[in-house]
């Protein structure tokens, strides 16, 4: 199970060791646990957790760690965190980074501290919050994989961002444009056992930015 994510690491470039991968195992066998009693995933498989949504995080992860300078002490969101696996993923990642899930529906938030607590994973908090409705966050660095379309909820995301920090979308195999916005960055990538193709669109917020 731990080979999923080690190779799928090493592939991304991204410095992951054996105990951070035992780690995300431990937090998906809580994810494959409450599956049905939540509706957590529509993954057949336990091995599908890992390979379709966890490689996600690291997707993020490897992105992240070569857009900052090593070691620095980040301020991270997942928003609309669902059950957790970017914001959790993100956090046994990197070490160094705090992560806050945001969520608005309680009973995810609920299993995202008792997963995070099972697993052993300290540096994150979980806010129950729907992003944009009376929130004033101010993060390094904000990621989003299932919150709406991505000229709907562009904005919201990018004022949860601080000035000089990035944006980050997942995006499938036609990403979504956003008029007037080019991204810093598109990379690509694929998971394992699909060769479907996605992205994982950067944006950078300028300090004096421009509103679609």
């Known amino acids: 199970m731990r080979n999923i994510l080690t190779n ?27 599956k049905d009693f939540l509706n957590l995933t529509s993954a057949a498989t336990f091995e599908q957790v890992l390979g379709r949504h966890i490689c996600d995080g690291l997707t993020a992860a490897a992105a992240l760690t070569k857009q900052f300078a090593a070691g620095t002490a980040l301020q991270l969101a997942d928003v609309g965190a669902g059950c957790g696996y970017i914001g959790l993923t993100l956090a046994v990642a990197m070490p160094n980074a705090h992560i806050t899930l945001v969520e608005s529906i309680e009973k995810r938030c609920k299993f995202i501290n008792w997963a995070a607590l099972t697993a052993g994973i300290a540096n994150v908090s979980v806010k129950n919050a729907r992003l944009g409705q009376g929130t004033n966050f101010a993060f390094d660095a904000v990621t ?6 991505l000229p709907d909820i562009f904005n919201i995301c990018m004022d949860a961002v601080k000035p000089g920090g990035m ?20 990379i690509p990538y694929t998971l394992p056992g699909d060769n479907t193709p996605r992205y994982l669109l950067l944006f950078r917020k300028v300090y004096a930015e421009h509103r679609v």
């Open 144 to 149: 989003e994989r299932a919150m709406g379309q």
């Open 167 to 186: 944006f980050m979308a997942f995006q499938g195999a036609h990403p979504q444009a956003v008029l007037g916005q080019t991204p810093a960055a598109q």
């Open 8 to 34: 799928f690491a090493a592939q991304q470039g991204l410095a992951f060791s054996t105990q951070q991968a035992a780690t995300l195992v431990a937090y998906a066998r809580c994810v494959w646990e409450k």
